[in-house]
């Protein structure tokens, strides 16, 4: 073995046995194994794309020798920086806060990479490498390791889980396919004609919206995430879940499946027949027995009614309606009303805003009828139509999406449809009176 031969050994064993002396060290904490998952599932493909950047910018190069390389990155470099950076913190740095965890291993970094010169030839900017890979590989991974170890900021790493999951099936899982079946790669889509790649783009995300939906669901009504080690807390009927049981693996196939017709590759057919057999095998029969568990009766009463691969038209409900206070007294509000009426809604009750406290309502607001998630505005309406039918449910959840719903909400505020103040003044009149009065919450 040469000199470059044992600096790639130490490149891997090194970190994997400070990981195991942190183990040892620290045992086995709450959230910590969910932690450590995602963190490492985030550094696969986000290392991978740092080293597909390095290749046009150039900061660094490596050493010929190493048999099997993964995009000019020898294997034994590429797991050793994701146990680097994917393991050794959220195990030997538990205590440390993001931010100075994130410098303690810059500067290792930047230690040992310099004397690793008979495997990694530095170039002149090769610091602009490192500070590219701090920003999109180790602070991230650090973000979500740690925020799942602590149980603290839900929609953010749910947030970062959906990237995760967008990076590894639509990034790495091709990336690997062509190292191991090299071919054409990417050029079929790169060959497409700008309209077609558009709308194959776009036909991609439309059907990513119900995972992503699904995803967001977890985070804003079950209080967890669709990590089997930090699941929901509550059982999540709603959103997407109104009609389909298992809206993200469906989703996960069809992205996959649609992502290999653009791409032209058989191989990237056979993953998503794995994920298939994966999702309505081993983890249907694991996840149904966790909920049978969870939550008993009122699982099995929503999967008697609710199919995991074929979504229903009309949405499921049970317990309380829901309720939406739109203003009688608004014009542009009374015709969302009698729009949302003429479609019979399911599990939705509407009601007078003007019977709410004066000053309590500027905008149409939408209440669950069990549990928090109480929303305004565009939101209120992108949860007014999941009780509609399938089609409208999809538009709904697209409208709820983030960074959409609020660009939305400005563009119509900017038309003049922003909020309202609202009469507090009732219609006592008998066929008003019951109804809206008894809906106050």
Same mark, same amino acid.
């Given at each position: 073995? %040469?000199?470059?031969?044992?600096?790639?050994?130490?490149?891997?064993?090194?970190?994997?046995?400070?990981?195991?002396?942190?183990?040892?060290?620290?045992?086995?904490?709450?959230?910590?194994?969910?932690?450590?998952?995602?963190?490492?599932?985030?550094?696969?493909?986000?290392?991978?794309?740092?080293?597909?950047?390095?290749?046009?910018?150039?900061?660094?190069?490596?050493?010929?020798?190493?048999?099997?390389?993964?995009?000019?990155?020898?294997?034994?470099?590429?797991?050793?920086?994701?146990?680097?950076? /994917?393991?050794?913190?959220?195990?030997?740095?538990?205590?440390?806060?993001?931010?100075?965890?994130? $410098?303690?291993?810059?500067?290792? %970094?930047?230690?040992?990479?310099?004397?690793?010169?008979?495997?990694?030839?530095?170039?002149?900017?090769?610091?602009?490498?490192?500070?590219?890979?701090?920003?999109?590989?180790?602070?991230?991974?650090?973000?979500?390791?740690?925020?799942?170890?602590?149980?603290?900021?839900?929609?953010?790493?749910?947030?970062?889980?959906? #990237?995760?999951?967008?990076?590894?099936?639509?990034?790495?899982?091709?990336?690997?396919?062509?190292?191991?079946?090299?071919?054409?790669?990417? /050029?079929?889509?790169?060959?497409?004609?700008?309209?077609?790649?558009?709308?194959? *783009?776009?036909?991609? *995300?439309?059907?990513?919206?119900?995972?992503?939906?699904? $995803? #967001?669901?977890?985070?804003?009504?079950?209080?967890? #995430?669709?990590?089997?080690?930090?699941?929901?807390?509550?059982?999540?009927?709603?959103?997407?879940? =109104?009609?389909?049981?298992?809206?993200?693996?469906?989703?996960?196939?069809?992205?996959?499946?649609?992502?290999?017709?653009?791409? =032209?590759?058989?191989?990237?057919?056979?993953?998503? /027949?794995?994920?298939?057999?994966?999702?309505?095998?081993?983890?249907?029969?694991?996840?149904?027995?966790?909920?049978?568990?969870?939550f008993g009766s009122e699982w099995r009463d929503y999967r008697s009614a609710v199919r995991n691969w074929w979504p229903r038209w009309r949405p499921y409900h049970s317990g309380p309606p829901a309720l939406i206070f739109i203003a009688r007294s608004c014009g542009?509000?009374?015709?969302?009303?009698?729009?949302?009426?003429?479609?019979?809604? &399911?599990? &939705?009750?509407i009601v007078d805003a003007e019977t709410l406290p004066a000053g309590s309502i500027q905008r149409m607001r939408y209440e669950p009828g069990y549990g928090s998630g109480t929303v305004d505005g565009v939101r209120a309406m992108g949860r007014a139509l999941e009780?509609?039918?399938?089609?409208?449910?999809?538009?709904?959840?697209?409208?709820?999406?983030?960074?959409?719903?609020?660009? $939305?909400?400005?563009?119509? %505020?900017?038309?003049?449809?922003?909020?309202? $103040?609202?009469?507090?003044?009732?219609?006592?009149?008998?066929?008003? #009176?019951?109804?809206? *009065?008894?809906?106050?919450?």
């Amino acid at each position: 073995m %040469d000199h470059a031969d044992w600096e790639r050994a130490a490149a891997v064993y090194v970190p994997l046995a400070a990981a195991i002396i942190a183990r040892l060290l620290y045992g086995r904490r709450p959230r910590q194994f969910a932690a450590c998952l995602l963190s490492v599932l985030w550094t696969l493909p986000s290392l991978l794309l740092l080293q597909r950047l390095n290749e046009y910018a150039g900061w660094w190069s490596f050493a010929a020798g190493s048999e099997v390389a993964f995009r000019g990155m020898p294997l034994e470099l590429f797991f050793g920086w994701i146990i680097l950076w /994917g393991l050794v913190p959220q195990l030997a740095l538990p205590r440390i806060g993001i931010i100075w965890c994130a $410098v303690v291993m810059v500067a290792l %970094d930047c230690i040992v990479m310099p004397m690793c010169s008979s495997a990694i030839y530095l170039k002149a900017h090769w610091l602009v490498g490192e500070a590219a890979g701090s920003g999109l590989v180790l602070i991230p991974a650090l973000c979500i390791g740690r925020w799942t170890y602590e149980n603290t900021h839900l929609r953010r790493r749910a947030a970062l889980q959906i #990237t995760t999951s967008g990076m590894l099936f639509l990034f790495l899982v091709p990336e690997i396919i062509f190292a191991l079946r090299p071919g054409t790669g990417w /050029g079929p889509l790169f060959g497409l004609s700008s309209w077609a790649r558009q709308i194959s *783009l776009q036909m991609i *995300l439309l059907l990513a919206i119900p995972g992503i939906s699904a $995803v #967001t669901e977890f985070a804003e009504r079950g209080f967890g #995430t669709p990590i089997p080690y930090d699941p929901p807390q509550q059982l999540v009927t709603s959103g997407i879940y =109104r009609y389909c049981a298992n809206p993200m693996q469906l989703s996960c196939t069809l992205v996959m499946a649609t992502w290999a017709g653009v791409l =032209r590759s058989g191989w990237m057919l056979l993953a998503a /027949g794995v994920s298939v057999v994966y999702s309505a095998g081993i983890a249907a029969w694991d996840e149904e027995e966790d909920l049978a568990r969870r939550f008993g009766s009122e699982w099995r009463d929503y999967r008697s009614a609710v199919r995991n691969w074929w979504p229903r038209w009309r949405p499921y409900h049970s317990g309380p309606p829901a309720l939406i206070f739109i203003a009688r007294s608004c014009g542009p509000c009374s015709e969302v009303r009698t729009w949302l009426e003429a479609r019979s809604p &399911l599990g &939705l009750q509407i009601v007078d805003a003007e019977t709410l406290p004066a000053g309590s309502i500027q905008r149409m607001r939408y209440e669950p009828g069990y549990g928090s998630g109480t929303v305004d505005g565009v939101r209120a309406m992108g949860r007014a139509l999941e009780h509609l039918h399938l089609g409208w449910a999809l538009c709904g959840a697209a409208l709820r999406l983030p960074c959409v719903w609020q660009l $939305v909400q400005l563009f119509l %505020d900017a038309a003049g449809l922003g909020p309202r $103040v609202i009469s507090c003044e009732l219609d006592m009149s008998p066929q008003h #009176t019951d109804r809206e *009065l008894s809906s106050r919450p």
